[in-house]
Structure formats: C-alpha cells, structure tokens
C-alpha cells in the first residue's frame, strides 16, 4: 500500500518561506508517476497548487501561486518538496501530497491522483 507522509507545514507570517516535503513508503513506482500538492482552506474545495512530472523535468503551478511556489522531487529519496516563497494569508490551508496512479505527466486535475497524504497546515498570518 502507498502512504505518502507530509512535514514542513506551520505558522508563518506574510513575506516568509516555508518547505514542505512529502515522503512515499512504495518502493517500486514512485518515480513511474506524477506527484503534486493540493490545499484545502476551511469551507472551500481542495484545489490543485503543483504538480511535478515522472522525471522531474516538467511541472505545472495554479496561478495563485505561480512565481512564488516551486516544486521539485528527489525519485531516489522517493520524496517531493514545495518551496513556498512571499507567503500571503490567502495561502493557509492544508497542503496534500499526492500520487498518480495514471499519468506520468504534471497533471492538474485531481482525478489523475490516487493517493493521498493526510495533509499539514499552512497558516500564514498578516
């Protein structure tokens, strides 16, 4: 079975950076598929932020957070990371770890994703 663990989240205060790494206890096909964030603020639907192809070499970003959030994946640590720069209020939420089970590519639909972490908070205060 695949368990995917978040860390990295917190409080942080506008203007500030956080890292958030998700690490993959399946051994054979984490570096076969794509993996991505989400986040899900209070009342509001979980809703796409990156995501990262196979190899590394393309990535997708929701618009919000283009220029500010980066991606990026170590296959052989089996472990993704968000770099999230200039943190604004409006990024708190609970950040998700995802993993595709059906593409390879930096899909940003969250039916292209099977597996879930059980998510960190992000709270960034004004």
């Known amino acids: 079975q695949v368990r995917l663990v978040e860390s990295g989240g917190g409080l942080a205060q506008a203007g500030a950076s956080l890292r958030l790494s998700c690490a993959a206890s399946d051994r054979t096909f984490f570096d076969s598929y794509a993996v991505g964030w989400f986040r899900q603020a209070p009342g509001k639907e979980r809703e796409f932020v990156a995501a990262i192809s196979w190899d590394g070499v393309d990535s997708n970003y929701a618009d919000s957070v283009k220029g500010r959030f980066a991606i990026s994946r170590d296959n052989a640590e089996k472990t993704v990371f968000l770099e999230m720069d200039n943190l604004k209020p409006e990024d708190t939420a609970v950040y998700y770890c995802?993993?595709?089970?059906?593409?390879?590519?930096?899909?940003?639909?969250?039916?292209?994703?099977?597996?879930w972490g059980q998510g960190t908070q992000v709270t960034v205060s004004s």
């Open positions: 995802t993993r595709s089970e059906f593409t390879r590519t930096a899909a940003t639909s969250r039916g292209f994703y099977a597996y």
